[in-house]
């Protein structure tokens, strides 16, 4: 097993409107000893913008702005700008976030050169309703799927809503990697239940017939399913990747069912360098999960939300919303985890 020291909450929600109901599932993204926090800010009534604070070494915060970083603009996302993740590739930032228009989960880019600035992109995931999504993932790959991945179709498809043009595909935790692998862009996303990749060189190519193509093929893309009991509801990925000589780490969410309702657990897996398409390892039990009373009790029960990390000699923190109130982290040797990681089969 692998030793988790928990170090408690670094980030809670205050007293002004934009962020007076929780912070949460923060994008991380280390530069030294500097972090910046992009969190997730939750006013009264379920509206989400993305929130600001630096942090000094791991733990203490040094800065935390009083106005959302990023906010609401565009009908997409007018309801929430949600659990951002950040990476920086060629000189420029990548933020990926869901856009919650009320109804919608969808994945979002924004770009920015000094964070100061930001270039929002639209939607960048399929652009399809229920019913489109079924025909294209029926017409080819059908038997090579889990069954859930149909669920949210026959969900709707027995209330009447899977025509709807409006109610479109979720597709959430969307995640890049830290830089290009083989010239190309590889980005994490999460069409329920499992995480799915997609490789490409140009954001442009991220075209309809992209996607319609994506989809007819959806079998091909999916780098995990969920599998043990801790992740058979469903997963989805976490931060960014950790590029290590033995793959790259991949710290992802994994949920269990229970008879007294879900269970959100942290999860690690690792790939393939040069083929992050290809799965090497799985720890088949969690690699942290609620077990404090912050973590247990708050908006939602039972949550560990693992959305980003920074790396201070082998020591890896792990930061992570628990039960959609607070921002924690969790401490681990990279070293340990790595070696455990290596000896699944």
Same mark, same amino acid.
């Given at each position: 097993?692998?030793?988790?020291?928990?170090?408690?909450?670094?980030?809670?929600? =205050?007293?002004?409107?934009?962020?007076?109901?929780?912070?949460?599932?923060?994008?991380? !993204?280390?530069?030294?000893?500097?972090?910046?926090?992009?969190?997730?800010?939750?006013?009264?009534?379920?509206?989400? =913008?993305? #929130? !600001? /604070?630096?942090?000094?070494?791991?733990?203490?915060?040094?800065?935390?702005?009083?106005? %959302?970083?990023?906010?609401?603009?565009?009908?997409?996302?007018?309801?929430?700008?949600?659990?951002?993740?950040?990476?920086?590739?060629?000189?420029?930032? !990548?933020?990926?976030?869901?856009?919650?228009?009320?109804?919608?989960?969808?994945?979002?880019?924004?770009?920015?050169?000094?964070?100061?600035?930001?270039?929002?992109?639209?939607?960048?995931?399929?652009?399809?309703?229920?019913?489109?999504?079924?025909?294209?993932?029926?017409?080819?790959?059908?038997?090579?799927?889990?069954?859930?991945?149909?669920?949210?179709?026959?969900?709707?498809?027995?209330?009447?809503?899977?025509?709807?043009?409006?109610?479109?595909?979720?597709?959430?935790?969307?995640?890049?990697?830290?830089?290009?692998?083989?010239?190309?862009?590889?980005?994490?996303?999460?069409?329920?239940?499992?995480?799915?990749?997609?490789?490409?060189?140009?954001?442009?190519?991220?075209?309809?017939?992209?996607?319609?193509?994506?989809?007819?093929?959806?079998?091909?893309?999916?780098?995990?399913? %969920?599998?043990?009991?801790?992740?058979?509801?469903?997963?989805?990925?976490? #931060? %960014?990747?950790?590029? =290590?000589?033995?793959?790259?780490?991949?710290?992802?969410? #994994?949920?269990?069912?229970?008879? =007294?309702?879900?269970?959100?657990?942290?999860? /690690? /897996?690792?790939?393939?360098?040069?083929?992050?398409?290809?799965?090497? /390892?799985?720890?088949?039990? %969690?690699?942290?999960?609620?077990?404090?009373?912050?973590?247990?009790?708050?908006?939602?029960?039972?949550?560990?939300?693992?959305?980003?990390?920074?790396?201070?000699?082998?020591?890896?923190?792990?930061?992570? #919303?628990?039960?959609?109130?607070?921002?924690?982290?969790?401490?681990?040797?990279?070293?340990?985890?790595?070696?455990?990681?290596?000896?699944?089969?």
């Amino acid at each position: 097993m692998i030793t988790i020291e928990k170090l408690g909450i670094v980030l809670s929600p =205050t007293d002004l409107e934009f962020e007076n109901n929780g912070v949460f599932n923060p994008g991380v !993204y280390q530069e030294g000893n500097t972090i910046h926090f992009l969190y997730r800010a939750v006013e009264h009534g379920n509206y989400s =913008t993305i #929130g !600001y /604070a630096k942090m000094e070494g791991p733990l203490k915060v040094i800065e935390r702005k009083e106005k %959302p970083l990023i906010s609401r603009e565009f009908d997409y996302e007018k309801h929430g700008v949600e659990d951002a993740r950040i990476v920086k590739i060629d000189g420029m930032y !990548y933020i990926t976030y869901t856009a919650y228009d009320g109804v919608n989960a969808m994945g979002a880019l924004i770009t920015s050169k000094d964070l100061v600035h930001f270039e929002k992109h639209g939607i960048i995931t399929p652009h399809v309703n229920y019913q489109e999504y079924e025909d294209y993932v029926k017409c080819c790959n059908e038997a090579r799927l889990n069954p859930k991945y149909h669920q949210y179709y026959n969900l709707f498809a027995q209330i009447g809503l899977v025509e709807d043009e409006f109610r479109l595909l979720r597709d959430k935790d969307v995640v890049l990697f830290p830089r290009k692998v083989n010239g190309k862009f590889v980005l994490l996303h999460r069409i329920w239940p499992g995480i799915q990749i997609v490789q490409f060189e140009n954001w442009s190519d991220l075209t309809e017939a992209f996607w319609e193509d994506y989809l007819r093929n959806l079998d091909k893309h999916i780098v995990l399913d %969920p599998k043990d009991i801790f992740e058979v509801n469903y997963i989805g990925a976490g #931060g %960014p990747p950790i590029e =290590t000589e033995f793959g790259w780490l991949l710290i992802y969410h #994994g949920v269990q069912e229970t008879p =007294t309702g879900k269970i959100y657990h942290a999860k /690690a /897996a690792l790939l393939q360098l040069d083929k992050p398409e290809i799965e090497i /390892a799985r720890l088949p039990y %969690p690699l942290f999960s609620p077990t404090k009373k912050w973590e247990i009790e708050g908006e939602v029960s039972n949550i560990v939300f693992p959305t980003g990390h920074a790396l201070f000699g082998n020591d890896l923190y792990i930061y992570y #919303g628990v039960a959609d109130k607070h921002i924690a982290v969790a401490k681990l040797d990279i070293n340990e985890l790595l070696l455990e990681l290596r000896k699944q089969p």
